[in-house]
C-alpha cells in the first residue's frame, strides 16, 4: 500500500511511535525514525522492522529544537529527495495541578508537544509543496478535545496541534497534501502502565468499550490516514478512544 513513500514518524522509538512506524514499514515505506533520548530503543524498533524485511533508519534529534529539525529535513532531503509521510508523534508529558505546575513544567511541553510539531510542519511544507504531493498526520489527544484535570499544559499543547491541522490543511489543499490528525484515548503504553489502580478503574468506566487501546489500534488509523485511500480526506481529527469521547 505504501511501497516506495518515505516516511518520517518523530519519537518513534516507543509507545505509540513504535508501532505507527512498525505498520507503515509493514506496508511498505521506508520509515526514518526520529528519537532524542531512546537510542536503544530506536534501534530494537528499526531491527524488528529490518528483521521483517522492511527498511528503517534512525535519525536522532530534539524536535523542539529549530536547528535540529532543520538538520533532520536537510538529510532527509540528501539521502532521499522527497518525503511523503510525515507522522508528528514525539511528545512528553509533565502532569500537575494549575497552582502547582511550574514555568518550566508548562514550558517542556509547550516546546515539545506544539512548537516542535510547528517546526516539523514548516520544514515538511517546503518539500511537500514542491513535490506537490504529502500525507501528514499529527497525533493530538482526547486531552486536546476535552481536557484532563492535570494536563492545562498538554491539553493546551494537544488542542494547539489541531488547530495547526485544520489550518495547515487549508493552507496545502490545493497542492494535493492532506494534513489530518488523530486524537487517542488511553493507550496502554509507557506513560499509562504506572498510572495507579483507582485512576485506571475510573478511566475504565467512561470508557464505552471497556479497554484500553493498543498502540497498534492507533497504528491503523495513521496508516489509513497516511495511505491514498484517505486521499479525499483532509483537516480532520479521528479520535481513536473506544467511545470515551461519546
Known amino acids: 500500500m505504501l511501497e516506495g513513500k518515505i516516511a518520517l514518524v518523530t519519537g518513534g ?3 505509540i511511535g513504535r508501532a505507527i512506524a512498525l505498520a507503515l514499514a509493514e506496508s511498505g515505506a521506508t520509515v526514518i525514525i526520529n528519537y532524542n533520548g531512546s537510542e536503544e530503543a ?12 522492511g527498511e528503517a533508519v534512525l535519525l536522532k534529534g530534539n524536535i523542539s529544537v529549530s ?5 533532520m529535513f536537510a538529510f532527509i532531503l540528501k539521502e532521499y529527495k522527497r518525503l511523503d509521510i510525515l507522522v508528528n508523534n514525539a511528545g512528553i508529558t509533565r502532569d500537575n495541578l494549575i497552582l502547582k505546575m511550574s514555568d518550566e513544567e508548562f514550558d517542556q511541553v509547550i516546546d515539545t508537544n506544539l512548537k516542535g510539531v510547528f517546526y516539523c510542519l514548516k520544514q515538511a511544507s517546503r518539500v511537500m509543496l514542491k513535490q506537490r504531493y504529502g500525507k501528514i498526520v499529527n ?5 486536546g478535545i476535552h481536557g484532563n484535570p492535570g494536563q492545562v499544559n498538554y491539553s493546551a499543547a494537544k488542542a494547539g496541534v489541531i488547530g495547526m491541522t485544520k489550518t495547515l490543511a487549508k493552507e496545502l489543499a490545493s497542492r494535493g497534501i ?5 486524537a487517542p484515548g488511553y493507550i496502554n503504553t509507557d506513560m499509562t502502565v504506572n498510572l495507579k489502580e483507582e485512576i485506571k478503574s475510573k478511566a475504565l468506566e467512561v470508557i464505552p468499550l471497556k479497554r484500553f487501546g493498543e498502540g497498534s489500534d492507533i497504528a491503523e488509523a495513521v496508516l489509513f490516514l497516511a495511505s491514498d485511500k484517505a486521499s479525499y480526506i483532509t483537516g480532520q481529527v479521528l479520535s481513536v478512544d473506544g467511545g470515551m469521547g461519546i
Open 139 to 143: 497525533i493530538s489527544s482526547i486531552s
Open 42 to 53: 530506536a534501534r530494537q524498533t528499526a531491527e524488528e522492522i529490518k528483521e521483517k524485511g
Open 178 to 182: 492532506n494534513v489530518n490528525a488523530v
Open 13 to 15: 522509538s516507543r509507545g
Open 67 to 71: 536547528a535540529d529539525v532543520e538538520n
